[in-house]
């Protein structure tokens, strides 16, 4: 589902009827809309249509699990646009207390919860749908390592969401439980630097500095080992160019981890870790990793409030 570089986003030629559409349609032309037209306002008024015709008696169905990400990545994509993300603390779901899908159905029909709410909701069932499509999966299923991504991203997304809304524990947790479901399922190498990246970003944001050192640490490790494969020039230009903002990253925790010490040796001293990070205004130029899955690139720049590097993760699908 990979966007176009075009900084225009289309609008729709002509209004669209789409009480006439199939489900299949209304899928394929929300599809079109993301990837083609950038008008992820319209892509999510498919996807969500396509939903209310698809899910009958059981919105739960592992069937709907691509549609549920979609629309997902829809919503969160239009509220990444226009910057406007979270006013409030988001609340975290636990898997015993997830949303309601009969719930996020109707919302998305009435329009009574905020686009950045539904998208978080979404993502959960979205998961929960992937989760019982594995399960029944067998080990060599051609199309594991697509299902396995494409759950992981739904991890990746509400880490993301998280980030946004500064709340570091809680998306450093979804990003570690993307790394699991990775490690569990054994895919490639190539599928875990980008992760490493946005959880060690996610424990530094914490103050967890020495748990963020040693996370980039493998984050690095990893992208050296798949320099040694070997890449095309584009792909290895890329990797080095992380690896050197990596390394800066590293030189900063290192200082952070001295200067704390420093303070801690002070009698009586009482340090908050996380209060002496710097307020940066530095950003990491956009740098593609893992290419092949839907987290196509990371961009860590200054966001809106000029506070923290944030993690700019976004929905790439083939």
């Known amino acids: ?5 075009s900084d225009t986003v289309a609008q729709p030629s002509e209004e669209i009827d789409y009480d006439s559409l199939s489900a299949d349609e209304l899928y394929e032309k929300g599809k079109e809309f993301f990837k083609v037209d950038r008008n992820y306002a319209e892509a999510a008024e498919c996807f969500s249509r396509c939903l209310e015709k698809r899910s009958g008696d059981n919105p739960y169905d592992s069937s709907l699990r691509e549609c549920y990400l979609w629309f997902a990545d829809s919503l969160l994509t239009k509220e990444e646009e226009n ?6 603390t988001v609340d975290a779901s636990t898997e015993e207390h997830l949303p309601s899908a009969d719930a996020v159905l109707e919302k998305a029909e009435q329009k009574e919860a905020s686009d950045e709410t539904l998208a978080f909701e979404t993502f959960q069932i979205a998961y929960q749908c992937y989760t019982e499509f594995l399960s029944g999966m067998q080990g060599d299923h051609p199309e594991i ?4 991504l494409d759950a992981s991203y739904c991890l990746m997304r509400l880490g993301d969401m998280y980030f946004t809304n500064h709340q570091f524990e809680e998306a450093a ?3 570690d439980r993307a790394l699991q479901l990775r490690h569990k399922y054994k895919l490639k190498e190539k599928h875990f630097a980008s992760l490493y990246v946005s959880l060690a970003q996610c424990q530094m944001f914490n103050g967890q500095l020495g748990e963020s050192l040693r996370t980039f ?3 690095k490790e990893i992208i050296n080992r798949i320099l040694l494969v070997g890449t095309d020039e584009e792909e290895r230009k890329r990797l080095q160019d992380t690896l050197e903002d990596i390394g800066l990253q590293m030189d900063d925790l290192r200082k952070l981890i001295a200067s704390l010490s420093a303070h801690s040796a002070q009698k009586g001293s009482q340090v908050n870790a996380a209060a002496l990070i710097p307020q940066t205004t530095d950003s990491f130029d956009e740098k593609k990793l893992d290419t092949a899955t839907k ?7 200054q966001n809106s409030t000029g506070e923290k590097r944030r993690i700019d993760i976004s929905g790439m699908y083939k």
């Open 1 to 5: 589902m990979e966007a176009t570089t």
């Open 83 to 88: 910057q406007s993300m979270f006013a409030d």
């Open 145 to 148: 390592e697509k299902e396995v």
């Open 173 to 175: 947790k979804e990003f």
């Open 217 to 219: 640490t493998s984050a």
């Open 295 to 301: 987290s196509a690139f990371i961009s860590v720049e």
